[in-house]
């Protein structure tokens, strides 16, 4: 027989495995190997090489394959909780800055009429009222998402408020 | 073939696509299944690339928690153990860089240029504990010499069954190195056997 054939019949052995080959392929391969005691050995040996990779099953400890569980639940938990935190807290702050700005714009009339009858240059009412009204209501508004940082608690390592 | 391609799809999309809306919420109760079910492969998978029990044992549990960190980055179009598998391949690297910078500062001997060969196998190795009989001894020395780049390409083929692509996917190569390691982690696998044969 052919050395080629032997050598066709090899890689056609691992490519089995490995990728797959073609029906034809498989075909001559088959015949092959039944007529040929060497490719034969060869085949057996590659099963037995796939096989063989079976026989180191790990022992499973229950106690830590539980006890990883529980963290990444507990951690799944925190976080899951953290972002619900962290959405409520961006709608509370974006309904604050909203209510500031409506708020603002309600009193912005009253407070020019009352500067009018106060005789109050209009510069000089308009910068009280954004140092005196507007900042500190937006400081107030955003307090609630630094107040952590500001704190200097402890974030997760999402950087999300825990 | 096609049709058995198309029929998985259809039975892997619901199932991949409920892990990633599940990890997006945060579903604790089915991450905890989740952990459950792939503890033993994810632990096996890390154990062919540390080549350490207790090390793996922990890389697990950190695979699990970079997984809940980067839940946004599955979108569920692919299948889920690719993904996972390219997680706890990344955090094996990293540990094995960390070995091996520590066993260079402490005098030892350094290892290839690839930076990620272990030492060669000893009879504390995972794989020479579970070998029981003279054939699987000789598989455990020719696994323990194997770089764990093709003891990952068998473990992925072989036991996790994952396609070329797939393993390619998780490797970070082209599918023509990952098949190339296949073949090479399999011929000396093969050779080992071989040889033992050849001995007896």
Request: charged share 25%; aromatic share 8%.
């Amino acid at each position: 027989m052919p050395l080629e054939n032997h050598e066709k019949a090899r890689s056609l052995l691992q490519r089995s495995l490995v990728e797959g080959i073609s029906p034809e392929d498989r075909r001559w391969l088959d015949a092959h190997v039944a007529q040929c005691a060497e490719c034969s050995r060869y085949a057996d040996l590659s099963a037995r090489a796939v096989r063989a990779l079976d026989w180191f099953a790990i022992e499973l400890d229950p106690a830590a394959a539980l006890r990883v569980e529980n963290v990444v639940r507990s951690r799944a938990a925190r976080m899951r909780s953290a972002e619900a935190q962290a959405k409520s807290l961006w709608i509370g702050t974006a309904v604050a800055i909203f209510l500031t700005f409506a708020g603002s714009a309600v009193t912005w009339r009253p407070l020019a009429w009352l500067a009018g009858q106060w005789n109050l240059p209009s510069r000089v009412w308009q910068i009280a009222f954004v140092a005196f009204w507007l900042l500190p209501s937006l400081l107030l508004a955003l307090l609630p998402l630094f107040r952590r940082r500001l704190l200097g608690e402890d974030s997760d390592r999402d950087g999300q408020i825990v | 073939m096609v049709a058995v391609v198309t029929a998985f799809s259809q039975v892997a999309e619901p199932e991949s696509q409920s892990i990633a809306r599940a990890l997006r919420r945060r579903d604790s109760e089915f991450i905890g299944r989740m952990v459950s079910r792939y503890h033993y492969r994810l632990l096996r998978y890390l154990v062919y690339w540390t080549s350490r029990r207790e090390q793996a044992e922990d890389l697990v549990q950190e695979t699990w928690l970079r997984v809940l960190e980067h839940a946004g980055q599955y979108n569920g179009r692919l299948r889920f153990e690719p993904w996972l598998f390219s997680i706890a391949r990344n955090l094996a690297i990293d540990h094995l860089r960390k070995r091996e910078t520590a066993t260079a500062r402490h005098g030892m001997r350094q290892e290839d240029e690839a930076g990620l060969n272990l030492p060669a196998p000893d009879c504390e190795s995972p794989f020479f504990a579970a070998a029981r009989s003279e054939d699987a001894k000789r598989i455990a020395a020719a696994l323990g010499a194997l770089e764990p780049i093709y003891r990952e390409a068998l473990l992925l083929r072989f036991q996790e069954e994952l396609s070329l692509a797939e393993i390619a996917q998780v490797a970070g190569a082209p599918i023509s190195t990952v098949s190339s390691r296949i073949h090479r982690g399999l011929s000396m696998l093969e050779a080992a056997l071989g040889g033992g044969a050849d001995a007896a």
